[in-house]
């Protein structure tokens, strides 16, 4: 590792430090449509505060996907009620965003997260952070949030992590690094890893939860996408859409098509896979891409971002097969000459 990243490193790990020992009341947060990587970094770092003996509660504007309840023994995660909860984001002393860098993407807690007077603080590992915290926690090389999670807590007292704070560690690496076949997984990544199976994590149980407890509907409806998924540009182009009427048929909801993007581009020859979702309110899009492909300058065309290799966006308003021919033309752009 370069001179350079160790100080950012180490940066980190003592603003992390500061931030822990001068403040007692937290509140953390995670981006819309939570992941693993949001979800196992809020339940590591709540239930670690709590160790420290701080007063820590977790607050997000989406409902936690349903294969995602299983690592929530304590109802630690909770849905963001305005008028429930909208003081107890005004009246905290730190509130921590994690995995999110864009303020937007809070959606109902924004407005009470940009007013309160607490230190607010970001921990993430995606491009382009905007400017609306008072510290921001970024490392680019670490492959998940919940990596960064664990070293900061390593640093601080590695002895405080027990086996219900490395579940969600382990979640969140596991789910960003796509199972450990991403490009950023490297040594760290795995020497992490044997830690926390060391504590007690069964690698069996988590995957089990997350991808092997589908419902019919589910299981049906990854069929449905896979007999529609279409090649473009010499076959170096999955894409494929899902309508709102196809969720409905067969009792899914958005949540459940996570990781349908990874199966539309299962295929010999495709760099870049275009997942389409119809929603109530707009059309959701998730990008993926093989090697040097920077589907993420894709994403950004579309007022999305992420990361260089999975990125996603959001479009409100708009008719899902106008969208589905707009960013098919536009993936050009992206593809190597």
Same mark, same amino acid.
């Given at each position: 590792m370069?001179n350079? &990243?160790?100080?950012?490193?180490?940066?980190?790990?003592?603003t992390?430090?500061?931030?822990?020992?001068?403040?007692? /009341?937290?509140?953390?947060?995670?981006?819309v449509?939570?992941?693993?990587?949001?979800?196992?970094?809020? +339940?590591?770092l709540?239930?670690?505060?709590? /160790?420290?003996g /701080?007063?820590?509660?977790?607050? #997000?504007?989406?409902?936690?996907?349903?294969?995602?309840t299983?690592?929530?023994?304590?109802? &630690?995660?909770?849905?963001?009620?305005?008028?429930?909860?909208?003081?107890?984001?005004?009246? $905290?002393?730190?509130?921590?965003a994690?995995?999110? #860098?864009?303020?937007?993407?809070? !959606?109902?807690?924004?407005?009470?997260? +940009?007013e309160?007077?607490?230190?607010?603080?970001?921990?993430?590992h995606?491009?382009?952070?905007?400017?609306?915290?008072?510290?921001?926690?970024?490392?680019?090389?670490?492959?998940?949030? $919940? &990596?960064?999670?664990y070293?900061?807590?390593? $640093?601080?007292d590695?002895?405080?992590?027990?086996?219900?704070?490395?579940?969600?560690i382990?979640?969140?690496?596991?789910?960003?690094?796509?199972?450990?076949?991403f490009? !950023?997984?490297?040594?760290?990544?795995?020497?992490?890893?044997?830690?926390?199976?060391?504590?007690?994590?069964?690698?069996?149980?988590?995957?089990?939860?997350?991808y092997?407890?589908?419902?019919?509907g589910?299981?049906?409806?990854?069929?449905?996408?896979?007999?529609?998924? &279409?090649?473009?540009?010499?076959?170096?182009?999955?894409?494929?859409a899902i309508?709102?009427?196809?969720? #409905?048929?067969?009792?899914?909801?958005p949540?459940?098509?996570?990781?349908?993007?990874?199966?539309?581009?299962?295929?010999?020859g495709?760099?870049v896979?275009?997942?389409?979702?119809?929603? @109530?309110?707009?059309?959701?899009?998730?990008?993926?891409?093989?090697?040097?492909?920077?589907?993420?300058?894709?994403?950004?065309?579309?007022?999305? %971002? %992420?990361?260089?290799?999975?990125?996603? $966006? !959001?479009?409100?308003g708009?008719?899902?097969? @106008?969208t589905?021919?707009?960013?098919?033309?536009?993936?050009e752009?992206?593809?190597?000459?």
């Amino acid at each position: 590792m370069e001179n350079s &990243e160790e100080q950012s490193r180490t940066k980190i790990l003592d603003t992390f430090k500061h931030i822990v020992d001068s403040n007692r /009341k937290f509140v953390l947060t995670t981006h819309v449509n939570p992941d693993g990587d949001g979800l196992g970094s809020e +339940l590591a770092l709540t239930r670690y505060l709590k /160790k420290l003996g /701080k007063q820590s509660v977790v607050l #997000n504007h989406s409902e936690t996907p349903s294969n995602h309840t299983f690592l929530d023994y304590h109802n &630690e995660l909770k849905q963001f009620d305005p008028e429930k909860d909208s003081q107890t984001v005004l009246d $905290a002393d730190v509130l921590i965003a994690l995995d999110m #860098n864009n303020p937007g993407r809070l !959606r109902s807690i924004e407005k009470y997260f +940009l007013e309160s007077k607490a230190k607010k603080v970001i921990i993430d590992h995606h491009l382009e952070a905007q400017d609306f915290v008072d510290h921001q926690l970024i490392d680019l090389d670490s492959p998940a949030t $919940a &990596e960064m999670v664990y070293r900061c807590l390593a $640093a601080y007292d590695s002895n405080l992590i027990d086996k219900e704070i490395a579940e969600g560690i382990y979640t969140g690496i596991m789910t960003d690094t796509g199972s450990f076949r991403f490009p !950023r997984t490297d040594g760290e990544v795995h020497r992490i890893t044997a830690n926390l199976l060391d504590l007690g994590v069964d690698p069996f149980y988590i995957y089990h939860n997350l991808y092997e407890e589908n419902s019919l509907g589910r299981t049906r409806l990854l069929g449905e996408m896979l007999s529609k998924v &279409e090649l473009a540009y010499d076959g170096r182009v999955s894409y494929v859409a899902i309508t709102l009427e196809q969720l #409905n048929r067969n009792g899914v909801v958005p949540d459940d098509v996570d990781n349908f993007v990874n199966q539309a581009g299962a295929i010999a020859g495709v760099i870049v896979t275009l997942f389409f979702l119809e929603m @109530e309110d707009g059309v959701k899009i998730s990008f993926r891409s093989k090697g040097d492909v920077p589907v993420n300058e894709l994403a950004k065309m579309y007022g999305g %971002g %992420g990361h260089k290799n999975a990125s996603g $966006a !959001r479009l409100p308003g708009v008719k899902l097969d @106008e969208t589905v021919r707009r960013v098919l033309a536009d993936a050009e752009r992206i593809l190597p000459k």
